[in-house]
């Protein structure tokens, strides 16, 4: 069996990672769980929340938004409506995110048609802040 498998990382903007990786720990609509190499096939929607994967000693961390990921036993391809390196995220201007994006989604009732997009920027805004606090430790 390989001891490491290739990991996609695609938005609509184009390919963020294209890395062989020892192990991915991706944010599932059920729950956070993990990927080694020779897992079995499957796909499954993916929440706004935080990926990390690991190479050898090193391990990267990246903020998604939502989206889809299809395992398969020598790649992993993870769709996502955005993607960012947690490292290169600037802290207090993801803070700002995240209040504005609260603003916003206090204006709105669950039944606007604008809803779940704004709490979809609010669950990201927040992401973004964890995750960058997280890697500036």
């Known amino acids: 069996m390989a001891e490491t498998f290739l990991l996609e990382i695609v938005t609509p903007y184009g390919e963020v990672v294209n ?3 020892d192990t991915v720990v991706a944010p599932g609509a059920d729950g956070e769980f993990g990927v080694l190499p020779g897992h079995t096939l499957f796909i499954t929607p993916l929440k706004a929340g935080e ?9 990267e961390h990246m903020v998604i938004g939502r989206g889809f990921i299809e395992v398969l036993p020598e790649k992993t391809t ?11 995220i600037e802290l207090e ?3 700002n995110e995240a209040v504005e994006a609260e603003k916003a989604l206090k204006k709105l009732s669950e039944e606007d048609p604008g809803y779940q997009s704004a709490k979809d920027a609010h669950e990201l805004a927040m992401v973004k802040v964890k995750a960058s606090e997280k890697v500036q430790k």
Do not use: P
């Open 19 to 21: 890395e062989q990786v």
């Open 51 to 59: 990926v990390y994967y690991t190479r050898g000693n090193k391990t």
């Open 78 to 88: 993870i769709l996502a409506n955005s993607a960012e390196r947690a490292a290169k």
């Open 93 to 95: 201007g993801a803070r």
